[in-house]
């Protein structure tokens, strides 16, 4: 359980287990959940992150992918309880960022011929029919 703390200007300690969100600022921060000690930060804006609070529970989308962090956790905080999400592999989190900036210009009307439309997610490799064949074939 996460709690969250409403303040004008983020605090110089983030104690572990709080989101702090500066409504002023447009951010929240709060201390990696993998207990890794990273400080997380996470804009509030239309192209990243969205808040809802519910009046008692807050909640952050889309998820927290820390890709930078040597811990890689990703998780989701959802009326103030982590849910962890599966890892991304490295193909997915170029993918995801390529994709973040396409969004950003496109809604900042700054996208030039070298960024075009979000392009899709691409497919998931599925590694359980190849290990089926490796079983199944003779």
Same mark, same amino acid.
């Given at each position: 359980?996460?709690?969250?703390?409403?303040?004008?200007?983020?605090?110089?300690?983030?104690?572990?287990?709080?989101?702090?969100?500066?409504?002023?600022?447009?951010?929240?921060?709060?201390?990696?959940?993998?207990?890794?000690?990273?400080?997380?930060?996470?804009?509030?804006?239309?192209?990243?992150?969205?808040?809802?609070?519910?009046?008692?529970?807050?909640?952050?989308?889309?998820?927290?992918?820390?890709?930078?962090?040597?811990?890689?956790?990703?998780?989701?905080?959802?009326?103030?309880?982590?849910? @962890?999400?599966? =890892?991304?592999?490295?193909?997915?989190?170029?993918?995801? *960022?390529?994709?973040? !900036? &396409? /969004?950003?210009? #496109?809604? @900042?009307?700054? =996208?030039?011929?070298?960024?075009?439309?979000?392009?899709? *997610?691409?497919?998931? !490799? &599925? /590694?359980?029919? #190849?290990?089926?064949?490796?079983?199944?074939?003779?």
């Amino acid at each position: 359980m996460m709690q969250h703390r409403f303040v004008e200007i983020i605090p110089d300690t983030i104690e572990d287990g709080v989101l702090y969100i500066s409504l002023k600022y447009c951010t929240a921060i709060h201390k990696c959940v993998c207990g890794c000690g990273n400080e997380v930060v996470t804009p509030i804006s239309p192209t990243d992150w969205k808040l809802i609070f519910d009046g008692k529970t807050v909640s952050l989308s889309p998820s927290i992918g820390n890709w930078s962090f040597n811990c890689q956790s990703h998780y989701w905080i959802k009326r103030n309880e982590i849910v @962890y999400a599966r =890892e991304w592999d490295k193909e997915e989190i170029q993918f995801g *960022r390529t994709n973040d !900036k &396409k /969004r950003k210009a #496109k809604y @900042y009307n700054k =996208e030039n011929e070298s960024v075009s439309s979000v392009t899709k *997610r691409p497919k998931k !490799k &599925k /590694r359980w029919k #190849k290990f089926l064949k490796s079983i199944f074939s003779f």
